[in-house]
């Protein structure tokens, strides 16, 4: 079984997450995970980090629109 992260908040998640980037990405693929999920509040600040990040470490990378959290919460 393969364990994903897929609500996890950055450093631009204001007030709220403490993970950089770059670590967070080069962690999740030393530990073999298939995929990642950035879940910010406030913002898409960190999108194009996080996707530059996934393509760096070799990974795919599929930005996900700003209404996700909305759809998937909300019946």
């Given at each position: 079984?393969?364990?994903v992260h897929l609500h996890t908040h950055t450093t631009f998640?204001?007030?709220?997450?403490?993970c950089r980037?770059?670590?967070l990405v080069m962690r999740a693929a030393e530990l073999g995970m298939p995929a990642?999920?950035?879940?910010d509040h406030?913002?898409?600040y960190g999108?194009?980090?996080f996707y530059q990040a996934c393509k760096a470490a070799g990974g795919p990378a599929w930005p996900a629109p700003a209404?996700?959290?909305s759809w998937v919460t909300k019946p």
């Open positions: 079984m393969t364990f998640s204001f007030g709220d997450g403490a980037i770059p670590e990642l999920a950035v879940t406030e913002g898409l999108a194009v980090r209404s996700v959290r």
